[in-house]
C-alpha cells in the first residue's frame, strides 16, 4: 500500500502548543501525517494508518501509554 503525498495537506496543531514548537497532524487519504512545526514544512513526516492513529490517540486517553 502506498502513502499519501502530504505537500497538499491542511496541517493543524493544539491550540495547547507553544511559540516554540510542537508537533502538526494532517488527515489525508486515510492516513495521518505528523510533522514537527519548527521544521516549518520541511522536515520528515511520520505517517499513520487510520487505526494505528486511533490505537494511538486510545491509549493516549485511557493511560496506558504513560512513560
Known sequence: ???????????RKSNHSEDG??????AIEGFVGVRDSKAKGVGPV?????REWQA???????????A
Open 46 to 50: 511520520l505517517v499513520f494508518s487510520q
Open 21 to 26: 514548537g510542537c508537533v502538526e497532524i494532517a
Open 56 to 66: 494511538f490517540v486510545a491509549g493516549i486517553t485511557d493511560g496506558s501509554l504513560r
Open 1 to 11: 500500500m502506498s502513502q499519501p503525498d502530504f505537500t497538499s495537506a491542511v496541517w
